[in-house]
């Protein structure tokens, strides 16, 4: 038990000493929220039952149901989307991170197609991007007498996407990059790195090794109308963290799976599904293992017989996958057991 939560629940310190150093869940009543106490403690009494094999009786489960949700939802927060433009129109590079199927690349387009109005481009990473391909480089072009073969400097995504931000300086302008840790980005980045710092007022500037033309020449700037916005898997584990120094010149916001989604768009066997493996991984998943908790994309077939065959031919693979790789190992016999379920459908 941490030292400033004693101090923050200074009045429960006789708990503290007589239950130990560690409790599970903390609520102190206070009488300007009597609905919130009584929720609070229907929440505790549930949990103290369901940890002992006991379900409420019916004419409660829809209150329980209600209550398990509600904690889904707070352990799973939804980040408005115009909070997410004004981090990007405040912080101007940003990486939006969660696992697969939350929806990251599909707002990232929305974005750049409504808030951006199509004033931008899109870009995926992979291993073989390079510092030319992103910045700049020499490229071969056929000589005009015919002898063979010139290298002149062409520009990257980067450059490019500079040049067309400062077309009109007034409008902003969108580079997404998706997948954008499956690069290594310090290689792709280069010297480039010391321009992202979203508080620069545009006087930040490097010397490149070429001379690309104008407007940028050997010099590069990035324009403050310049956002970036990256996407990012967090549960490939065959990538590498991003570094210290890149992380510091990001915003990150983590997009998580979302219960409301899944109620408002799918059948009731593939809301089902998507709470009972939330539940396994709520109950038995480390910190890390919870990033590898499948998103609400794989479960929104709203009829039943196509949601059987998309929970067969995709969830079901994924998890094989995490079953071969070892990410689950720590409750890999709950999530065979919830694929065998699955298997049985």
Same mark, same amino acid.
């Given at each position: 038990m941490p030292d400033h939560v004693k101090r923050n629940f200074a009045s429960y310190q006789s708990v503290f000493n007589r239950y130990g150093k560690v409790l599970y869940g903390i609520f102190s009543p206070t009488v300007d929220h009597p609905d919130a106490t009584l929720k609070a403690v229907y929440a505790f009494l549930d949990l103290m039952f369901s940890e *002992? +094999? =006991? +379900?409420?009786?019916?004419?409660?489960?829809?209150?329980?149901? !209600?209550? /398990? /949700?509600?904690? =889904?939802?707070?352990?799973?927060? %939804?980040?408005? /989307?115009?909070? %997410?433009? $004004?981090?990007?129109e405040n912080r101007r590079y940003v990486v939006l991170e969660g696992p697969p199927g939350t929806g990251k690349t599909r707002l990232a387009l929305e974005l750049l197609d409504q808030r951006y109005h199509g004033n931008g481009k899109s870009i995926q990473f992979h291993p073989n991007t390079t510092y030319e391909n992103f910045v700049g480089g020499l490229s071969p072009t056929e000589s005009s007498n015919g002898l063979g073969f010139s290298f002149k400097p062409k520009r990257g995504y980067l450059i490019e996407a500079v040049v067309e931000a400062l077309k009109d300086p007034q409008k902003p302008y969108l580079l997404h990059v998706d997948e954008i840790n499956r690069a290594d980005l310090a290689k792709v980045l280069g010297e480039t790195i010391f321009l =992202?710092?979203? !508080?620069?007022? +545009? *006087? /930040?500037?490097?010397?490149?090794?070429?001379?690309? +033309?104008?407007? $940028?020449?050997?010099?590069?700037q990035l324009p403050t109308n310049l956002h970036i916005l990256g996407t990012m898997n967090s549960s490939d584990r065959s990538i590498a963290i991003l570094d210290i120094a890149i992380r510091r010149r990001f915003a990150f916001i983590k997009l998580w799976p979302q219960i409301e989604v899944v109620q408002r768009l799918a059948c009731p066997l593939m809301l089902e599904a998507f709470q009972d493996l939330l539940s396994i991984f709520v109950e038995y998943a480390s910190d890390d293992a919870f990033n590898l908790m499948p998103g609400h994309a794989y479960f929104l077939e709203a009829d039943k017989e196509r949601a059987i065959r998309v929970l067969k031919t995709t969830l079901y693979p994924l998890l094989e996958e995490y079953m071969a790789q070892g990410y689950v190992a720590g409750f890999s016999e709950h999530i065979l057991a919830y694929m065998q379920w699955l298997k049985s459908l």
């Open positions: *002992r +094999g =006991f +379900g409420p009786l019916s004419s409660s489960e829809k209150e329980s149901e !209600q209550i /398990r /949700r509600d904690y =889904f939802e707070s352990m799973l927060p %939804i980040i408005p /989307r115009n909070e %997410i433009e $004004t981090i990007l =992202f710092e979203s !508080q620069d007022d +545009g *006087r /930040r500037k490097v010397s490149l090794a070429n001379d690309y +033309g104008k407007p $940028t020449d050997n010099t590069l």
